[in-house]
C-alpha cells in the first residue's frame, strides 16, 4: 500500500497519473489519510496558501519582540487595537532604523527585517489613524510619541 506521503511526492515529482488504492489519480491530488479515502485537488493550493499566509503573518494582532518593552507597554495601555498594532511597528522600525549596516550582509538584513515589519507603510497608517481618531486628543498625543520612539 502507498502512503499519503508517498503519493505527494511522485505527484509532484513527475506529474503523472498514479495508482493508489485501486484509484488512478490524476497530477495535483492525492488521498487525504483517514478519510476513507476521499480524494482532494491540489491544483489551488499554491493560491490559497500564498493569498492566506501574508494575512496570518501581517495581522494587527501579531506582537513583535518589542512589545514586551516598558516604554511600549506604556505607551500601548488602553489604547485602541488598531493604535496598539501601530505602537508596536513604529517601535520596531524605530529599532532597525537606528541599526548600523557595518557590511553588506547587515544591511541586506537590516533592509529585509524592515520590509517584513512593513516600515515603509508607517507613515499611511499614521496619516489613517490621526484621521481615525482626529477628535480623541488622547490617542492622537500617543501616535505622535509612538513616532518619536528611539529603540
Request: hydrophobic share 40%.
Amino acid at each position: 500500500m502507498v502512503s499519503h506521503l508517498t503519493i505527494l511526492k511522485t505527484i509532484s515529482t513527475t506529474g503523472k497519473q498514479v495508482r493508489a488504492r485501486d484509484k488512478l489519480l490524476k497530477p495535483m491530488t492525492m488521498i487525504v489519510p483517514k478519510s476513507g479515502g476521499r480524494v482532494v485537488s491540489l491544483r489551488f493550493a499554491g493560491i490559497v496558501f500564498a493569498l492566506f499566509l501574508p494575512v496570518t503573518l501581517c495581522g494587527a494582532n501579531a506582537a513583535s519582540d518589542f512589545d514586551n518593552l516598558m516604554e511600549v507597554k506604556t505607551l500601548q495601555k488602553g489604547m485602541p487595537k488598531d493604535v496598539v498594532a501601530f505602537i508596536s511597528k513604529s517601535a520596531e522600525c524605530s529599532h532597525w532604523g537606528n541599526e548600523e549596516p557595518y557590511d553588506k550582509a547587515r544591511a541586506e538584513f537590516i533592509r529585509n527585517a524592515a520590509l517584513k515589519a512593513g516600515c515603509s507603510r508607517l507613515d499611511g497608517e499614521e496619516i489613517q489613524l490621526r484621521r481615525k481618531y482626529r477628535k480623541n486628543p488622547k490617542v492622537l498625543e500617543i501616535i505622535k510619541e509612538a513616532k518619536n520612539l528611539a529603540m
